[in-house]
């Protein structure tokens, strides 16, 4: 029972109780007006209390029919849900197969391409080598002939190195006389006639 409709009886009952100890007798005018005025109370709590039951009745059916719908759109929004996840797995499978599509068409058309500057860099690097091995065996040709030069001019000097020591030999040890450098050459084994 609700507390207002306990209060409207507990007034109703305390007027009465109030109007007997001031000496209000109830058969007399004020008397029967407390009663009037009581019972106007009663019939109020009785009216609230109707009311309420009235009130939990349709908030009952009112949440019953929260509830089926609450169940009718849990379904509803399971067979989206459903309906949601066969659309995008549909359009997964969609875009891979795109993808994959995609990507046979770029090999077909990329590939080509890529083996032909494969061919060029293949043959620039072959160009390269070869420029590499005429360049080396030009630098072996060029240290062969420098060696000759330099062997060649050291076997000169090797040949050669007795007279041009007995020349140093001669400018060491010069002999002036009358305005003119002689040189002794008995120490070279020559006698003098």
């Not at 109007?19 to 709590?45: D, K, S, T």
């Not at 065996?137 to 190195?161: C, D, E, K, M, N």
């Not at 041009?164 to 030999?169: E, G, P, Q, V």
């Amino acid at each position: 029972m609700n507390a207002a409709v306990v209060g409207l009886r507990t007034a109703a009952e305390g007027l009465i109780a109030a109007g007997r100890v001031e000496g209000i007798e109830p058969e007399g005018p004020l008397g029967q007006w407390l009663e009037a005025q009581a019972e106007a109370l009663r019939a109020l709590a009785e009216i609230l209390g109707g009311q309420e039951l009235r009130f939990e009745e349709l908030m009952h059916n009112v949440s019953a029919a929260a509830r089926a719908e609450l169940g009718k759109l849990a379904a509803a929004t399971e067979l989206g849900n459903n309906v949601v996840r066969r659309q995008a797995r549909t359009a997964q499978i969609s875009l891979q197969v795109e993808k994959e599509n995609l990507t046979a068409m770029m090999v077909r058309e990329t590939l080509p391409l890529f083996v032909e500057r494969l061919k060029e860099a293949l043959i620039i690097r072959e160009r390269r080598w070869n420029d590499d091995v005429k360049r080396r065996r030009l630098a072996t040709a060029g240290l062969v002939v420098l060696g000759l030069v330099f062997g060649g001019y050291g076997v000169h000097v090797w040949q050669s190195w007795n007279a041009t020591s007995a020349f140093d030999w001669c400018w060491a040890h010069a002999l002036p006389s009358s305005g003119r450098v002689y040189c002794d050459m008995t120490g070279f084994g020559i006698a003098a006639q």
